[in-house]
DNA sequence: TTTGAGCGG
């Protein structure tokens, strides 16, 4: 894989699929134990060929190193070699970690790609996981979990490139013997994942969903029953008795339950292809719910770090067009937003996203300060995550929690297709300004 | 037994 890596660097392509010229000439060096200097790298690194710069990165006030830093090559041949020889080599007896450098990074959180493997035998170490796994694929990074001392804790990660290659792996190696162990190769959940992952396994109420309108509980009866005893079953409707085409079937045992939803979930009947799991207690589906928005949330507010910029001491007259077009030389703009009071009165603030920082960069110091129509403006980056969240909590108790019909609910621009449902009964408020970019219009309170 | 953390100038 190394050599796939080589030779799209020389090609001056981007094996992570990026657009940054700086992609195969720059590496990301993690794990580095605490005191290692900017020299030390450059001395290790240097040994693959010119190295342009280096540097540790530091706290700015304390400057106690951050456990990473950046070794920069101008030949991508030399930081391929690099990454492929030195990859885990221990400098003050601390194995490194070296990726690409990747500033966008949602392709780390994504997850995508990622798997976790367990009963490892204690002699395979970061090299030998990362020899075993790359006959699957580009590997982003591995590493065997250690103790303070180093000694592997009988499991590991690797993120491979693309989720192909990781289903590969897992198809291939889940089971196998590694040094005469028996591993477990599947994909990566995080531990709350994991839980809930587990917590489905175990239930006797089962969720029944897009039946057809003349599917009735005789009928559930007789489709569910063939798998065990069943207590109740209902299909909920409306007033008027129409179906509302879900519904809810209880088994005695939750075996009988589990093997009802592996045999029914995705099948026809009367031309509709049935949803069938484990019917969640509306607790668990809040906390479901809760969890996948704050997910989207951060990835947004990840997305436009540095590409988004607050505007304030704007004339009232200036409407979302007029702001778009003040700072559309300088880029493309994603979206563009004067906040307003209920009544429709504009707060003198707003929004502009471009979709690059650099862009955002520049309109930020052209603009700052320019008069526009009667004032000058004042540009600035977005908050920055921390400090909104933290203004986010002390106005959570103002905002008024409002009831939308999913007919008129709005839909969350950054919901991927099968989010949260909007059918559900969510509260929605209306977003703090200067809280939330203007692409995110909108905030759930559950 | 064991389900991370991680991107600047």
Redesign the pocket.
């Known amino acids: 894989m190394a050599q796939v890596q080589a030779q799209a660097a020389v090609q001056g392509q981007n094996v992570n699929g990026g657009a940054n010229q ?1 992609v195969t000439t ?1 590496l ?1 060096v ?1 794990d580095l134990e605490a005191n290692v200097t900017d020299s030390q790298l450059y001395d290790l690194f240097n040994q693959m060929g010119q190295v342009v ?3 540790v ?1 530091r706290d700015l006030s304390t400057r106690r190193s951050l ?2 830093g ?1 070794v ?1 090559y101008s030949s991508p041949q030399d930081a391929a070699r690099a990454l492929d020889v030195l990859n885990f080599t221990p400098v003050n007896g601390k194995p490194i970690r070296i ?5 966008d ?1 949602s392709l ?2 994504s ?1 995508a790609g ?1 798997i ?1 493997i ?2 490892l035998d204690k002699a395979i170490d970061h090299k030998a996981l990362h020899d075993t796994f790359s006959a699957f694929g580009n590997i ?4 065997v ?1 250690t103790d303070l001392n180093g000694q592997s ?3 590991g ?3 491979f490139e693309n989720e192909e290659s990781a289903q590969k792996a897992i198809e291939k190696l889940n089971g196998m013997l590694l040094n005469d162990k028996q591993v ?1 190769v ?6 709350q994942e ?1 839980e809930t992952e587990i917590s489905k396994n175990k239930f006797n109420n089962v969720y029944v969903k897009n039946l057809s309108e003349a599917t009735s509980e005789e009928d559930l009866q007789k489709t569910f029953g063939e798998f065990g005893t069943i207590t109740s079953v209902a299909v909920m409707r409306d007033a008027d008795g129409k179906s509302k085409c879900f519904g809810f079937v209880n088994f005695e045992n939750v075996d009988d339950a589990a093997n009802a939803v592996d045999a029914l979930n995705g099948k026809k009947f009367d031309d509709k292809e049935w949803y069938v799991g484990k019917a969640q207690r509306k607790s668990e589906r809040e906390h479901e719910l809760k969890y996948r928005f704050e997910q989207n949330m951060k990835e947004a507010a990840d997305k436009f770090q540095g590409a988004n910029l607050y505007i304030k001491n704007l004339d009232d007259s200036i409407e979302d067009d007029k702001l778009k077009q003040l700072f559309s030389q300088f880029g493309s703009i994603t979206s563009c937003k004067v906040m307003r009071d209920p009544s429709g009165i504009s707060r003198g603030s707003g929004f502009v996203a471009f979709s690059t920082p650099e862009e955002a960069s520049r309109a930020l110091q052209e603009m700052n300060g320019k008069m526009v129509v009667s004032k000058p403006l004042y540009v600035a980056l977005a908050q920055r995550k921390e400090d909104r969240r933290a203004r986010l909590q002390a106005q959570f108790s103002q905002m008024r929690p409002v009831t939308m019909a999913s007919s008129v609910a709005p839909r969350l621009p950054m919901y991927p297709p099968g989010g949260p449902g909007l059918g559900q009964q969510l509260f929605y408020g209306q977003a703090p300004p200067a809280m939330i970019p203007p692409q995110v219009s909108f905030y759930l309170l559950i």
């Open positions: 700086f720059s990301y993690g710069s280096v540097r990165c456990g990473y950046y920069n990726m690409y450098s990747h500033r990074p780390r959180k997850g990622n976790f367990k009963n982003l990074s591995c590493k979990a804790k009988g499991y990660f690797v993120q477990y599947g994909p990566f959940l995080r531990k994991r």
